[in-house]
């Protein structure tokens, strides 16, 4: 069974940093992409950056602020976020889809409130 569980949200100020961390099970990171997703009030859930591998991918609304990385020992995914901005306010949320087939997992999600 699949799981993921972050952690690290919370409320910081515009141009501040903020790490989420997602604790992943039940799922083998080589063979899938590991994400991160958002989604702002009356908005729709938009990808954030994902890797596989070596491969890393941004939505070009956080390139050059934010880095997605794993530890595949400790089965982690990380996304460190900088220079925040009022706009990067959201729910955010740890995903996992298997190269290999159709489903795709997702975690509960954790708040992330930009804000002076």
């Known amino acids: 069974q699949v799981q993921l569980v972050e952690s690290g949200g919370g409320l910081v100020q515009p141009g501040g940093s903020l790490t989420l961390s997602c604790a992943a099970s039940?799922?083998?990171?080589?063979?899938?992409?590991m994400g991160w997703y958002r989604q702002a009030p009356g908005k729709q859930r938009e990808l954030v950056a994902t890797?596989?591998?070596?491969?890393?991918n941004y939505a070009d609304s956080v390139r050059g602020r934010f880095s997605i990385s794993t530890d595949n020992a400790k089965t982690m995914i990380y996304l460190q976020m900088n220079l925040l901005r009022p706009e990067d306010t959201a729910v955010y949320y740890c995903?996992?889809?298997?190269?290999?087939?159709?489903?795709?997992?997702w975690g509960q999600g954790t708040q992330v409130t930009v804000s002076s």
């Open positions: 890797v596989v591998g070596a491969i890393e």
């Open positions: 039940g799922i083998t990171f080589s063979s899938s992409v």
């Open positions: 995903n996992a889809q298997p190269i290999f087939g159709s489903q795709t997992y």
